[in-house]
């Protein structure tokens, strides 16, 4: 089983800019299209991008234009290039294969991201 390690969260200022990684044991190639994901407090663990092995990325309505998605094959990372932060977007970020169902799939343990005012 391929193994998520996301890390680059942290502290920032609302306007302020992070980078997440998203690094498996494993080959993503052979995943296929994998994901993004947050879950704020109180809240259900919701899509926020996506990406096909082939560089095809979606977003969700939210987050688009702001982040984007990408993915090193070679280095078996995704990444979220996260731009003009607001406090709404502070929450867990987690990376795992497009279509992935909290309580039936493996999940890392996130990366916490948080804006501050």
């Known amino acids: 089983q391929v193994q998520l390690v996301e890390s680059g969260g942290g502290l920032v200022q609302a306007g302020g800019s992070l980078r997440l990684s998203c690094t498996a044991t494993?080959?993503?190639?052979?995943?296929?299209?994998m994901g993004w994901y947050r879950q704020a407090p109180g809240k259900q663990r919701e899509l926020v991008a996506a990406?096909?092995?082939?560089?095809?990325?979606n977003y969700a309505d939210s987050w688009k234009g702001r982040f984007t998605i990408s993915r090193d094959n070679a280095k078996n990372t995704v990444y979220l290039q996260m731009n003009s932060l607001k406090p709404e977007d502070t929450a867990v970020y987690y990376c795992?294969?497009?279509?992935?169902?909290?309580?039936?799939?493996?999940w890392g343990q996130g990366t916490q991201v948080t804006v501050s005012s």
């Open positions: 795992n294969q497009a279509g992935a169902v909290v309580g039936r799939d493996y």
């Open positions: 494993g080959s993503i190639f052979s995943i296929g299209a």
């Open positions: 990406i096909t092995s082939g560089g095809r990325t």
